[in-house]
């Protein structure tokens, strides 16, 4: 079972870049990294999704080493708007066919003015 | 529109009450799930269903039963509430059932049992 290691909480302030690792060493071959984020009283959303090297969309940049063993979520020039937890997810293959997508602790970020 | 939305959005009962929370998607997604987020914010998956069929069912007591009677519904029917099932209950649906598919979470439902 692919399990992920993030730190408990982060704190940053405004206009900085933050970084968020997670480890997962036993990652399957087919697995790929997806981070979510989740604001109170909301479910969580979808960040970004990478398999390996680097991936980047209009929120976020995700940099996977070439081992898979470990992610970076970068966030940059955070705002207040970005605290939240923000999950990082592998995959867990099922013996009847499918996948079970497996949340880990989270991180809690606190951006500070 | 609410791409997932689930209701209601608070529920508060007594212990030993029968009690459900609706789910619906209009993604035209195939897999819906339910998953489970307790006080310490652990999020854990409970049941998932594939078009209509059970495909993940976790350890989760026999009080617990999901329906789902079309692909774009699955409701969650909990019998005799117990002081531990108060959480928040997702609901989350995916395109299909294949690898990394990208989740789409409901609100939440804050169950909370006295």
């Known amino acids: 079972l692919a399990k992920t290691t993030q730190p408990i909480s982060m704190d940053s302030y405004e206009g900085q870049e933050v970084n968020i690792t997670c480890s997962h060493n036993n990652i399957a071959t087919n697995d790929y990294i997806t981070w979510y984020q989740q604001f109170p009283s909301q479910g969580p959303r979808f960040i970004i999704q990478g398999y390996k090297t680097k991936v980047t969309n209009e929120v976020a940049s995700l940099f996977i080493p070439a081992d898979r063993k470990s992610s970076t979520l970068s966030l940059p020039r955070v705002s207040l708007s970005d605290t939240a937890v923000y999950y990082c997810l592998v995959g867990d293959q099922l013996n009847t066919g499918g996948f079970k997508t497996i949340f880990g602790a989270g991180t809690r970020l606190f951006v500070k003015a | 529109d609410t791409a997932v939305s689930q209701t209601p959005k608070y529920l508060v009962t007594q212990m030993g009450n029968d009690k459900s929370i609706k789910c619906e998607q209009n993604l035209g997604h195939d897999t819906m799930y339910w998953y489970k987020q307790d006080s310490k914010k652990f999020l854990k998956i409970m049941f998932s269903?594939?078009?209509?069929?059970?495909?993940i069912n976790e350890t989760v007591p026999n009080r617990f039963s999901p329906k789902s009677p079309d692909k774009a519904h699955l409701n969650l029917h909990i019998n005799s509430l117990e002081l531990g099932d108060s959480a928040v209950y997702f609901c989350a649906s995916s395109r299909d059932r294949r690898t990394n598919e990208k989740l789409f979470f409901g609100s939440g439902t804050q169950l909370s049992v006295l």
């Open positions: 269903y594939n078009n209509k069929e059970l495909i």
